[in-house]
């Protein structure tokens, strides 16, 4: 059973930071893509980072380049997304997702986390 477990949400004020963390479990974890995304009220779904794991290579929306960053601990299973120079853009709730971004259309996919929210007020 696909199990992906989000923390780190929560309330910043703009130029704040927040670090999620996804734990997935050994199955899950370290399959052909993992990443994240958001959606926040009212809009549409936006692709933020993934990581290609046979390649290691890292894409990130033009949005959050430069201000997030996603990280790996192996050893943990869990993957991380830091989120510096917070804007009020980027409230939404946030997804990691062990699939490739393809497929972060739709409906809920056991595949994504829970999700969790991260708001940021000026």
């Known amino acids: 059973q696909v199990q992906l477990v989000e923390s780190g949400g929560g309330s910043v004020q703009t130029g704040g930071s927040l670090r999620l963390s996804c734990a997935a479990d050994?199955?899950?974890?370290?399959?052909?893509?993992m990443g994240w995304f958001r959606q926040g009220a009212g809009k549409e779904r936006e692709g933020l980072i993934s990581i290609y794991t046979s390649s290691g290579s890292t894409y990130y929306a033009d949005s959050v380049k430069g201000r997030f960053t996603i990280s790996q601990d192996n050893a943990k299973n869990t993957l991380y997304l830091q989120m510096n120079s917070l804007k009020t853009e980027d409230t939404a709730v946030y997804y990691c997702?062990?699939?490739?971004?393809?497929?972060?259309?739709?409906?809920?996919?056991?595949?994504w986390g829970q999700g969790t929210q991260v708001t940021v007020s000026s």
């Open positions: 050994a199955y899950t974890y370290g399959g052909s893509c």
């Open positions: 997702a062990a699939d490739c971004p393809s497929r972060w259309v739709g409906p809920m996919s056991p595949y």
